[in-house]
């Protein structure tokens, strides 16, 4: 149902993302010129703060029993979340200028700020630490054109060890489609096996799937964004959907407001079993596009 109501929304974005110049292309470039400089730092994912972030269907806490003193702590339905998302330039201009190489590291965290009766702790933080290989294109596909195409390796873990400890390896892959206005990333990725004792959470992906695909359309100054991950696999059980849009604030192009919604499983790694029903506003400094 929920990949129905996105349907008109994406006939929206086919049919005004055919009048304007690819933001996309846009991007590429704007890359291309500060990874020229020296001790370059660019951003890779959306950097934000997210002030207010409500789950309706609340967070589970006994499995954090043993960080707490207290046997009657809980967490609260209200948080606080922040992404911090990084990338470099580590090897530029293979192959005519086709071919780049770049590091990037995530942290997304996800703290109990309002919840000062048990010391406003991280309930969570995961890091990503990615390397990768992106080939800038002139290919076309479907009507869309096809700049850039990434292959690339990532570690995703929560830093905590026992009962706490989550973490997977994958190699994926990244196509990326523009249209005028529209940008379409469709990523499959590849779990790496583990040891069996040495895997905190075997069952990863069957929550987390096989790849994910994202819809980002830009109008003027305002960027939306739609995530769906793991919905055929799962047959709608074990989905996780994202909605995300930066609105501008007037005549400030510093940092924008950012209201993002989330639903289904998957969200981070110690609730990746776990389904989340999560409305949040903030600031976003840095988006997609």
């Not at 580590?90 to 919840?115: C, E, H, K, M, P």
Request: charged content about 20%.
């Amino acid at each position: 149902m929920k990949a129905l109501l996105a349907l008109p929304l994406l006939a929206t974005m086919l049919v005004y993302g055919q009048h304007d110049q690819g933001a996309v292309q846009k991007r590429i470039e704007i890359d291309k010129k500060n990874a020229l400089k020296p001790f370059t730092i660019m951003p890779h994912r959306p950097n934000f703060m997210l002030l207010g972030s409500y789950n309706t269907k609340g967070y589970e806490a006994s499995i954090h029993a043993e960080e707490f003193s207290t046997p009657d702590y809980r967490f609260k339905d209200i948080e606080a979340q922040f992404q911090l998302s990084l990338k470099v330039p580590i090897a530029l201009d293979f192959f005519s200028g086709r071919l780049n190489v770049y590091g990037a590291y995530t942290n997304r965290s996800f703290w109990q700020v309002y919840n000062p009766e048990i010391s406003s702790p991280f309930r969570e933080t995961n890091h990503e630490p990615e390397l990768w290989f992106q080939v800038h294109q002139k290919n076309r596909f479907l009507g869309f054109n096809n700049p850039l195409t990434i292959v690339g390796i990532s570690h995703q873990s929560n830093g905590r060890s026992g009962i706490l400890s989550r973490s997977w390896n994958r190699v994926y892959a990244v196509i990326l489609l523009q249209k005028g206005r529209l940008a379409i990333s469709l990523k499959p990725w590849f779990r790496l096996s583990e040891d069996k004792e040495d895997d905190d959470n075997p069952d990863i992906k069957r929550y987390m799937g096989h790849g994910e695909t994202r819809l980002v359309y830009t109008r003027g100054k305002h960027t939306f964004s739609a995530m769906l991950r793991n919905v055929f696999e799962s047959d709608f059980k074990r989905a996780g959907y994202e909605f995300s849009w930066s609105i501008p604030f007037y005549k400030y192009d510093h940092f924008r407001g950012y209201l993002q919604a989330y639903s289904g499983y998957g969200e981070s790694l110690i609730d990746y079993n776990h389904k989340v029903n999560r409305i949040a506003l903030g600031i976003s400094i840095t988006d997609f596009l």
